[in-house]
């Protein structure tokens, strides 16, 4: 394996409080479910297919991985939390689904060993690197990708200006409170998320996704100003 230089952030320890958290990870489908009908419609609609090569990268439990594995030749989910995969090794034992692979390592680190793939699948990940390594990490993702290959990214971040910054936050805290129901997201985990983690302004990453070498051809945000999602394709 390959020396990573002391100048290398620990993705580990930039993974999240609550991924690294085992109770939070055996919680995790319950508390965040992704609509996998939706996303594997889009897929197909870029071309996803039994012969494609997909990396979900921050697969966290695996919601992509298993959704996807019965359309495609090959997906390989990289996480870099212990105990999430834990939770996705569980999951892949009682799946019996031979072609899905698993590393532990992040974004800065997955060494793809296998054929360029044609999609790489990351959602709600990313926004745990700074701006500077979020760079790094899609450039990464860009050589990991054939030639036009497809990055689907989704994550929070913010589509508002400066000015509104403070409003926007205070609404989106405000959409919970401290004492939701155990298994749920609270109030402290959206200004965790603010405080602690790195999700920035679209107008800041969507200059990183292009300076790595994608085009962006697709992106949606939600209304509240808080997610986005892109479909990048790489040039
Ligand atoms: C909110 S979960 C999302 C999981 C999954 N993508 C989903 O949509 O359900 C975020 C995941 O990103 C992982 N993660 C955080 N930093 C990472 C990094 N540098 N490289 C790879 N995965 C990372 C965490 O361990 C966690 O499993």
Same mark, same amino acid.
């Given at each position: 394996?390959?020396?990573?230089?002391?100048?290398?952030?620990?993705?580990?320890?930039?993974? @999240? %409080?609550?991924?690294?958290?085992?109770?939070?990870?055996?919680?995790?489908?319950?508390?965040?479910?992704l609509d996998v009908e939706t996303e594997l419609t889009l897929l197909r609609r870029l071309g996803l297919s039994k012969s494609s090569e997909?990396?979900?990268?921050?697969? @966290?439990? @695996?919601?992509?991985?298993?959704?996807?594995?019965?359309?495609?030749?090959?997906?390989?989910?990289? &996480?870099?939390?212990?105990?999430?995969? $834990?939770?996705? /090794? %569980?999951?892949? %034992?009682?799946? /019996?689904?031979?072609?899905?692979?698993?590393?532990?390592?992040?974004?800065?680190?997955?060494?793809?060993?296998?054929?360029?793939?044609?999609?790489?699948?990351?959602r709600l990940a990313l926004h745990h690197l700074p701006d500077f390594w979020k760079a790094i990490a899609l450039q990464r993702v860009r050589? #990991?990708?054939?030639? &036009?290959?497809?990055?689907?990214?989704?994550?929070?971040?913010?589509?508002?200006?400066?000015?509104?910054?403070?409003?926007?936050? &205070?609404?989106?805290?405000?959409?919970?409170?401290?004492?939701?129901?155990? @298994?749920?997201?609270? %109030?402290?985990? #959206?200004?965790?998320?603010?405080? &602690?983690?790195?999700?920035?302004?679209?107008?800041?990453?969507?200059?990183? #996704?292009?300076?790595?070498?994608?085009?962006? $051809?697709?992106?949606?945000?939600?209304?509240?100003?808080?997610?986005?999602?892109?479909?990048?394709?790489?040039?």
């Open positions: 394996m390959r020396k990573h230089p002391n100048w290398m952030p620990d993705e580990v320890a930039s993974a @999240g %409080r609550e991924n690294l958290d085992t109770v939070h990870a055996f919680q995790y489908d319950q508390k965040e479910t997909v990396v979900d990268l921050g697969a @966290g439990t @695996g919601q992509m991985t298993f959704a996807t594995a019965p359309h495609c030749h090959w997906i390989t989910a990289v &996480d870099i939390s212990p105990v999430m995969l $834990e939770v996705l /090794h %569980r999951k892949l %034992r009682q799946a /019996h689904l031979p072609n899905v692979g698993v590393s532990q390592s992040g974004f800065l680190t997955y060494e793809h060993e296998r054929r360029p793939a044609d999609f790489v699948y990351s050589q #990991i990708l054939r030639p &036009d290959g497809i990055l689907r990214l989704s994550d929070v971040a913010y589509n508002f200006s400066l000015s509104e910054a403070a409003s926007k936050l &205070d609404a989106w805290c405000d959409m919970l409170s401290y004492d939701e129901p155990e @298994g749920s997201w609270n %109030r402290a985990d #959206i200004e965790e998320h603010i405080r &602690d983690e790195h999700s920035t302004f679209i107008w800041l990453l969507e200059p990183i #996704i292009e300076q790595s070498g994608f085009r962006i $051809e697709e992106a949606s945000y939600s209304t509240d100003g808080i997610f986005a999602q892109y479909v990048a394709r790489a040039v």
